[in-house]
């Protein structure tokens, strides 16, 4: 629906459209926040990280699935580097010699993977977190703030660069397999002096995750490119769901369902605000409408109307789990199926993930704004102040939940406006209210 090449932008679709493309679909639920009939409103993708009366922040959060992935690299490449220093060990066990080196040569390997995981796992993903701000929707406003990066490229890579991040990661694990052995060298006299240039670039790596991306920022400020919070009405934002092709080297290699929530821009219709929105995966149709759902109803109903998912991480949580699935197998007496499960776990360092995610949720992931981000504006208002829905909403509105009594359904009616003849609201040609990020931002 909305692409990055100027001269090709799409006309703005509305609630209802379908489009197909590529292999795959498209449909439209926003913008007008019309109820789809979903069964549930359900946080599907567990993007709601926080809300109360009157806001909600989504965002992407912190999953134990990404700390046991990398669980399962570290073990993976320990066994690897274990396995290979055994060999050099067996060989110079056969040479009786060299046993300095095998043991310098191991170390510095097994380090190497500690280094690989730590700083791409950790270092990186800490930085990318502190950089990601939620959208905060406002109820009682009928506004959903988002965070926009500043139009054009910069010449600078951004903090969070994947392909920045990995050049460090990499300058930091050879600095540190190639120093470790240095110092293996020069603790048995193989070498005159201490290797201060493989320690100096190896803190130097290690401090390029700290140091880089205030520097960052600070360079941003003074060619005046800070990222802006945009408030947007909440019956303009754009709601898309689409089950898109997952593109390899010559072929499809897979099929997914993906649920977004993206700004739209009113000078150039058809097109997204820059480095703004969130795109979460989602199971399938039913899980993409109930994630809308659970967005709309806060909206236009409130906390009671909504269903937070249930939490699935944090040391309480996995306990609680190893506990069920030992008293599952002791009564089945499937002490094999336990040995098994134990055996993953540890693998995984399972136990560590969740704690990590429940430090990152806690600590890390509260960084991404200013303790005073968009404060007046979240304040509640008095019932007598809140915004009204538009006449356009409650008319549509009354006229879906009619027609789903007849058993119609939302993904079938193509242009909700035009099937119920509903004239669309006038479009908005005016930028959106915008503020300083890093200054809280004044109620409008």
């Not at 979903?38 to 990404?66: C, K, L, N």
């Not at 994630?291 to 806060?298: M, V």
């Not at 197998?329 to 995984?348: G, L, Q």
Request: with cysteine; aromatic share 14%; charged share 20%.
């Amino acid at each position: 629906m909305f692409k990055t090449t100027p001269n090709k932008a799409l006309p703005p679709m509305r609630a209802g459209e379908r489009e197909s493309r590529a292999g795959g679909e498209q449909y439209c639920l926003s913008p007008l926040p019309l109820p789809v009939e979903s069964d549930y409103a359900v946080d599907v993708a567990h993007i709601d990280v926080r809300h109360d009366e009157s806001t909600m922040d989504i965002r992407q959060g912190a999953s134990p699935d990404s700390m046991m992935t990398a669980g399962h690299m570290l073990s993976g490449l320990t066994l690897f580097m274990s396995g290979f220093g055994l060999l050099l060990l067996m060989i110079a066990i056969a040479k009786n010699s060299l046993y300095n080196m095998v043991l310098i040569a191991w170390g510095g390997g097994l380090y190497f993977s500690f280094l690989f995981v730590f700083t791409l796992a950790i270092l990186w993903l800490n930085t990318l977190f502190k950089r990601m701000p939620p959208i905060r929707l406002n109820r009682q406003r009928r506004e959903v703030a988002f965070v926009v990066d500043p139009p054009g490229r910069f010449w600078l890579p951004a903090p969070h660069n994947l392909w920045l991040a990995s050049t460090a990661s990499f300058a930091v694990n050879i600095s540190g397999f190639m120093g470790l052995i240095e110092i293996g060298e020069w603790l048995r006299g193989a070498r005159e002096g201490f290797p201060f240039g493989f320690l100096l670039m190896h803190v130097g790596g290690f401090a390029f995750f700290f140091v880089y991306p205030p520097l960052y920022d600070l360079i941003c400020r003074l060619c005046k490119r800070e990222r802006r919070t945009v408030l947007v009405p909440w019956e303009d934002v754009v709601a898309v769901c689409g089950f898109n092709p997952s593109l390899g080297p010559g072929a499809i290699t897979g099929f997914g369902w993906n649920f977004a929530l993206l700004p739209p821009d009113p000078e150039r219709p058809g097109y997204t605000l820059p480095g703004a929105g969130i795109i979460v995966s989602v199971g399938g149709l039913p899980g993409a409408l109930s994630q809308w759902e659970y967005i709309r109803r806060f909206m236009e109903e409130g906390t009671e109307a909504v269903t937070p998912a249930a939490r699935e991480w944090g040391v309480e949580w996995y306990d609680a789990y190893v506990a069920r699935e030992k008293a599952e197998c002791e009564r089945t007496n499937d002490m094999a199926r336990w040995r098994r499960f134990r055996r993953k776990r540890i693998w995984e360092h399972t136990r560590f993930a969740h704690w990590y995610t429940e430090y990152r949720m806690k600590h890390i992931l509260p960084k991404a704004v200013p303790s005073d981000w968009l404060a007046e504006w979240s304040t509640p208002l008095p019932k007598a102040e809140w915004a009204a829905p538009s006449s356009e909403i409650v008319e549509l509105s009354k006229h879906l939940r009619a027609a789903y009594q007849r058993g119609e359904k939302f993904i079938e009616m193509g242009d909700i406006e035009k099937h119920f003849g509903v004239a669309a609201p006038t479009a908005n040609q005016k930028a959106y209210p915008t503020f300083p990020f890093r200054a809280n931002a004044q109620s409008v």
